[in-house]
């Protein structure tokens, strides 16, 4: 049983992480994705960002599974013509290049729509296309800062803190694209085009910071980093136990309050008029949580994860990555998997997070660059491209 | 050893370079480090270069002929030694073949040793403190419950062996073994009615050395004291003082030894019982219902009537080193008693002796 | 297929830690172990009811009793003497560590056992022996930890030794000790016909433990000072921080793997000086030799180093826990730590068998209650009882016949 996108094929001429980890996870969902590269490209874009399996930059491998990989020199018009052929084809194309680039490549909106009008053309910038920013270098760090994403994290009291695993923004980018592709089938199945759809990161991280925002525009107040903390549920933050390990801890239903405190055995809390309901307990915050810290480094984090959980208090402790990736949840959900790859062993990937009882995800390892040209060219029914051959 | 304290006849084949253990310490005696001498008593070593097919010739066939084998099978110094080999020649054959990780699963090759498995076995969060270098375990017990273990199944498996009819292989590890002597913890961790606890308390608390006396280090254990009988204990450990302090609360409740809260008050009891020495320390804390254990170093040991009562160490003539002392083995056969036959082994010392044997 | 001591009958009378954990091995190498207890004792009070506790039961006797089958016996009262003397006729091994003379007050001294019995291995466990000064005082743990010295060579460098945290290590080296030392008095009978009396004392257990450090004091006479992760006898053999403030643990035993670490860590010119030679020579200069090597380990991440080393074949580890352990597949293929289903407290985590037989496979059991089992057993002593001719000569050793049952069938003489 194959995905629900089966059927779908899509032009890919990504690069870096946003493109490629969008259309990845087309990959996922059953549709034919044909990663075009350039052959010099194709050799550079293996050894950046390290580190590396077998020379192959992680990156690389990660974000290009699901598809078939073809070399293409859009520079040189054969292998242009090829890419006419291919894109007749095609349902989907995705670019994610510098602005004017595409359009150099003969490879823009109005040439591919001319050639293909059923064809959903995805074009995806770090700022957008108009503006002071335009062509201003967009990575997931410098879209951080400036989207506000990292003036809320960091300890209390500041300063603020860029999120160290900087693919945070990239993929979440990358999930707009998708979700972009999939209206946009929707709406051809109901109109019969396809059309052009813009998506940028800045865009994107705005729209994820969605209710931090709603927050600021309700009280005209900058939020502040908070640590572990929640600007609007009190308490639900890490609380240090008597092992000196961390327990987080989230009382996010006013149900919660009583039965955390019946666990803390802090009857005289419960009954405490300034931590009542939750807006008493943001407004006293800064009396409320010393004293829950006090009692919580009493006890081994064990006894808080087990017996809040028992109460129905959602508590949890920090997991590091040798204890997820074999915890059963994990494994049984099949939340991080295994993907065995012919040049680079067995890698670990983020396992798709849905489940479709009929029409199931499917993931295979990223190509090597250029591995499916000969296959894709056959099925063209062309002989060959301009002596490109993959490296 | 221990298959050789108990009478076997032991071969120990080494390479030409022989066992590194030879090249541990210092200290050392007669150039043997000291651990090397007192680990390989009753055995006979036959030198072999096991990087020629003659040596490996050699050697397979004092495996042929022999009862059990002992194998390190992370470090087979050729194909030719694997279980199946051998077990060819001699299907009687039990061949205890020890690993570091186990001889299933991703580790199965992992090269180990004592520290590696201490850790990865959580057996050093026994010790030390969050936060600060880990600790480890100053006895080797991952190598040395692996031993044991290989002892128990060897021995086991030769009482099998008139049932079935044949030899086996055994497999044991380092950290298999490791694992399996703090069982008592996996059961702790399972919802258990609270989580607090003498056992779960050892991830709790901080290092403990004891309590100082000015002459050496005791552990006090009140759990048995009477009721009533704290009050007179503080006063005859002159700890009058100890009552302004805002922990005296804790005195009444588990606050010795290995106690709840004897971590929160151990400061309170350090500062009264390092005015008395051993001895007094002592008759005050026995005299009103408590339990007192000297804590003993190596020094102490040697010198302690119940060990020179026992026997436990003794002198033997160490070729090349003079005379050595070590300890006798743990267990009393009263029929069958074990004798120290032999002192540990020079490199090859039995080479052409066991050739000879061998028919060769 | 059963494990390699199917056919093995052995009467367990064990309190604590130490007999309970020996008849555990013995159990899980397929003995037939029958654990004796007083009628109606209270759950909640074994093991001195030490905490945590599952169900109320200290989880000390869960623990310290898989493998078995429960038996209620008041050895005090002349019936169920009779009976215990019945059982001993089918036992192989008799266990006991008890204070000195409770076994003989109870009747059940090696001469009364043997009498029954010459067959039978009779294993006595004491704190400190059978003679000396101290022979009638009772061991525990932790005082064994203290006497043995145990606690003498663990500590952070340049601070007080220290305890080690976890209570069982003594209880439990003597008990593996003792259930050597039975497996050993098993193996004689083969040759001898008999069985005879073994002592096992927690003192010299857990000396034996120490070999190698006592070794080393008693060729110098001298009290080494613990060094926190250090080795006492090799190096670099030691715990390094690194970058990303995580520990990595090396052992270099050996000269290969000392050429494939300096190789690894890009410091082959570490060869070449004469302080770092030879083991011998890395040891006498161990503060030189950290502190050439701290600083290279605190420049990369611990990730970094467990995956060169581990490629260069040194041995290297980290500091893993309870919750990374129980589902990493090096436990679980292994069998290392596994789930336990018990009679009253639900399922557990328990230790695994240690041993991995290509034959004869050991098994796990979960603890039974005390007495779980005293019906099926009383009627297995009263179908023999009554099954058998009498006989007041003991059966002769000369011709042992194996013959094979399962507790519950119809029982017959156990032998090997």
Redesign the interface.
Same mark, same amino acid.
């Given at each position: 049983m194959s995905g629900p996108l089966e059927g779908i094929r899509v032009f890919d001429l990504t690069l870096a992480m946003v493109g490629p980890f969008a259309t990845a996870q087309l990959g996922a969902l059953g549709a034919d994705v044909i990663h075009v590269e350039a052959p010099e490209e194709a050799g550079v874009r293996r050894t950046t960002v390290p580190p590396s399996i077998k020379g192959t930059s992680i990156g690389y491998i990660n974000w290009n599974m699901n598809k078939r990989g073809i070399l293409l020199d859009l520079k040189q018009e054969s292998d242009r013509d090829v890419a006419y052929r291919l894109l007749k084809t095609c349902d989907v194309f995705v670019e994610n290049m510098r602005p004017g680039v595409v359009e150099r490549l003969g490879m823009g909106y109005e040439k591919v729509s001319a050639i293909n009008p059923r064809v959903i053309y995805i074009s995806s910038s770090g700022w957008g296309d108009e503006g002071p920013m335009v062509g201003s270098p967009a990575a997931d760090g410098i879209v951080q800062v400036f989207g506000g994403w990292s003036s809320i994290n960091g300890p209390v009291g500041g300063p603020p803190e860029v999120y160290r695993h900087s693919t945070q923004n990239d993929s979440n980018t990358s999930n707009y694209i998708v979700q972009s592709v999939l209206l946009a089938l929707l709406a051809r199945d109901k109109n019969g085009r396809g059309q052009l759809v813009k998506t940028t990161m800045l865009g994107a991280i705005i729209a994820l910071q969605t209710s931090r925002i709603a927050e600021y525009f309700a009280t005209g107040k900058t939020p502040e980093p908070l640590g572990s903390a929640d600007s609007r549920t009190v308490p639900h933050q890490a609380f240090l136990c &008597?092992?000196? !390990?961390w327990v987080a801890v989230g009382v996010v239903k006013e149900e919660q309050w009583q039965p955390l405190c019946q666990v803390l055995q802090l009857q005289d809390l419960a009954d405490d008029a300034r931590f009542r309901t939750n807006r008493d307990r943001v407004a006293h915050r800064d009396e409320l949580v010393p004293l829950l810290e006090r009692t919580f480094a009493t *006890?081994?984090r064990?006894?808080w994860v @087990? @017996?809040l959980n028992e109460a129905g208090v959602p508590a949890a *402790?920090f997991? &590091?990555w040798? @204890?997820i990736r074999?915890?059963?949840q994990v !494994?049984q959900n099949d939340h991080v998997i295994q993907v065995p790859t012919r040049a680079w062993g067995t890698v670990y990937w983020g396992g798709p997070p849905y489940h479709f009882s009929r029409t199931p995800a499917r993931v295979f390892s990223a190509p090597e660059p250029g591995e499916h040209t000969q296959e894709v060219l056959a099925e063209l029914g062309v002989a060959s491209t301009s002596g490109v051959q993959p490296e | 050893m221990e298959l050789g304290d108990a009478g076997a006849d032991v071969i120990k084949i080494e390479s030409l370079s022989g066992d590194c253990a030879r090249g541990w310490g210092p200290p050392q005696e007669g150039g043997t480090s000291s651990v090397f001498l007192r680990l390989n008593r009753n055995k006979r070593s036959i030198a072999l270069d096991l990087d020629s097919t003659e040596g490996i010739a050699i050697a397979c066939r004092i495996l042929s002929s022999a009862d059990v084998a002992v194998v390190d099978v992370n470090r087979l110094p050729d194909p030719s030694f694997r279980y199946e080999q051998v077990a060819e020649s001699n299907p009687q054959l039990v061949y205890c073949a020890i690993s570091g990780f186990g001889d299933r699963g991703p580790w199965a090759d992992r090269p180990s040793g004592e520290l590696p498995v201490q850790l990865m076995s959580e057996a050093t969060s026994s010790l030390g403190r969050t936060g600060e270098p880990p600790v480890r375990a100053g006895t080797d017990i991952a190598s040395m419950y692996a031993a044991i273990h290989g002892v128990q199944g060897i021995c086991a498996a030769l009482l099998a062996r008139d049932r079935i009819g044949s030899g086996q292989r055994l497999d044991v590890s380092l950290f298999g073994s490791l694992l399996a002597m703090r069982s008592t913890l996996w059961v702790a961790l399972s919802n258990p009615d609270e989580w607090w606890g003498f056992h779960l308390d050892s991830y709790v608390k901080p290092p403990d050395h004891g309590y100082p006396c000015s002459d050496g280090r005791i552990f006090v254990n009140l759990a048995g004291m009477k009721k009533g009988e704290l009050d007179s204990l503080l006063a005859d450990l002159k700890m009058d003082w100890v009552r302004d302090d805002r922990q005296f609360e804790f005195l009444a409740q588990e606050s010795t030894g290995a106690g709840r809260y004897a971590h929160t008050v151990h400061h309170l009891w350090d500062r009264g019982i390092q005015q008395f020495t051993v001895a007094e320390a002592t008759n005050i804390i026995e005299r009103h219902g408590g339990l007192v254990f000297p804590m003993n170093d190596f020094k102490m040991i040697e010198n302690n009537d119940q060990v020179k009562a026992v026997g436990m160490i003794r002198s033997v003539e160490q070729p090349g080193a003079g005379r050595i002392k070590e300890m006798i083995p743990p267990w009393d056969f009263a029929d069958t008693p074990y004798e120290i036959r032999l002192p540990a082994p020079r490199l090859g010392e039995h080479t052409d002796a066991i050739l000879k044997e061998l028919g060769s | 297929m059963s494990g390699p001591l199917e056919g093995i009958r052995v009467f367990d009378l064990t309190i604590y830690m130490v007999g309970p954990w020996a008849a555990v091995q013995l159990g899980a190498l397929g003995a037939d172990v029958i654990h004796i207890e007083q009628p109606n004792v209270d759950p909640s009070s074994l093991s001195a009811a030490v905490p945590p506790r599952i169900n109320g039961t200290s989880i000390g006797y869960i623990t310290w009793n898989m493998n078995k089958r429960g038996l209620f016996l008041d050895l005090k009262a002349p019936e169920d003497r009779a009976t215990a003397y019945e059982l001993l006729k089918t036992c192989d091994v008799f266990m006991v560590n008890m204070r000195t003379g409770t076994a003989d007050r109870l009747g059940l001294s090696y001469e009364a056992v043997s009498a029954i019995n010459p067959q039978i291995i009779y294993c006595s466990i004491t704190g400190f022996g059978e003679s000396g000064p101290m022979a009638t005082r009772p061991g525990a743990d932790g005082q064994m930890q203290y006497f043995s010295g145990f606690w003498s060579t663990n500590g952070a460098r340049g601070a007080e030794r220290e305890i080690y945290r976890h209570f069982t290590q003594m209880d439990g080296s003597t008990g593996n000790y003792a259930a050597q030392a039975i497996l050993m008095g098993l193996l004689a009978r083969k040759r001898t016909g008999k069985g005879q009396r073994i002592e096992v004392s927690m003192l010299r257990a857990t000396t034996a433990l120490q070999t190698a450090r006592i070794g080393e004091y008693l060729a110098t006479a001298e009290v080494a000072r613990p060094l926190g992760s250090a080795a006492f006898a090799t190096a670099p053999d030691e715990a390094y921080l690194c970058e990303d403030s995580q520990y990595v643990g090396i052992s270099v035993t050996n000269e290969r793997d000392w050429k494939a670490l300096c190789k690894a860590i890009l410091r082959e010119d570490l060869l070449s000086d004469p302080r770092f030679a030879s083991n011998v020579d890395r040891v006498t200069n161990r503060d030189a030799l950290t502190a050439a090597l701290q600083p290279v380990f605190r420049d990369k991440p611990q990730y970094h180093w467990m995956m060169q080393l581990t490629r260069a074949r040194v041995p290297c580890g980290y500091p893993m826990r309870f919750e990374q352990l129980r589902y990493h597949p090096q436990v679980t293929e292994n069998g290392y730590i596994i789930d336990t289903d018990t009679s009253a407290w639900g399922h557990v985590y328990t230790g695994g068998p240690p041993w991995h037989f290509s034959q004869t496979p050991a098994q796990w059991i979960g603890t039974p209650l005390p007495g779980e089992h005293t019906g099926d057993i009383l009627d297995e002593i009263e179908q023999r009882r009554s099954s058998l001719p009498a006989d007041p000569e003991p059966p002769s050793p000369a011709h042992p016949e194996p013959v094979e049952g399962r507790a519950g069938e119809s029982p017959a003489v156990r032998r090997v």
């Open positions: &008597e092992d000196k !390990t *006890k081994p064990y006894h @087990e @017996e *402790k997991m &590091e040798d @204890e074999f915890h059963p !494994t | - | -």
